[in-house]
């Protein structure tokens, strides 16, 4: 089981990382907005501007934070983050540094 993270909706001043919603519909920070996807597709959820991420790997990066006024779970757009998720931020933009252990192996 996979998250879908949005390397091209996430911008470094965003609080926290995109993730693509159900059925491929939307654009989501919070993880129960989120899509979990048991098969992701080469070429349309591994991609330049997407990928894919173990699901019980982006799970240990959700945190709890108030947002408008109700408590949600969403993974903090922070170096921390940005590291375990294999990322870097260049020229304002998140690219991937591949880590095997965390994006999906085919």
Same mark, same amino acid.
């Given at each position: 089981? !996979?998250?879908?993270?949005?390397?091209?909706?996430?911008?470094?001043?965003?609080?926290?990382?995109?993730?693509?919603?159900?059925? /491929?519909?939307?654009?989501?920070?919070?993880?129960?907005?989120?899509?979990?996807?048991?098969?992701?597709?080469? $070429?349309?959820?591994?991609?330049?501007?997407?990928?894919?991420?173990?699901?019980?790997?982006?799970?240990?990066?959700?945190?709890?934070?108030? !947002?408008? $006024?109700?408590?949600?779970?969403?993974?903090?757009?922070? /170096?921390?983050?940005?590291?375990?998720? $294999?990322?870097?931020?260049?020229?304002?933009?998140?690219?991937?540094?591949?880590?095997?252990?965390?994006?999906? /192996?085919?």
């Amino acid at each position: 089981m !996979y998250y879908i993270i949005s390397l091209k909706h996430t911008r470094k001043t965003d609080e926290f990382i995109t993730l693509w919603g159900r059925d /491929n519909k939307g654009y989501f920070w919070v993880k129960s907005e989120a899509g979990i996807y048991e098969v992701p597709e080469e $070429g349309y959820h591994n991609t330049e501007s997407s990928f894919p991420v173990k699901k019980e790997e982006a799970d240990k990066l959700f945190i709890e934070v108030p !947002y408008c $006024g109700k408590n949600i779970l969403a993974i903090p757009n922070n /170096n921390e983050s940005v590291k375990k998720l $294999g990322l870097k931020w260049k020229r304002g933009q998140l690219e991937r540094q591949i880590d095997e252990n965390i994006i999906q /192996n085919n």
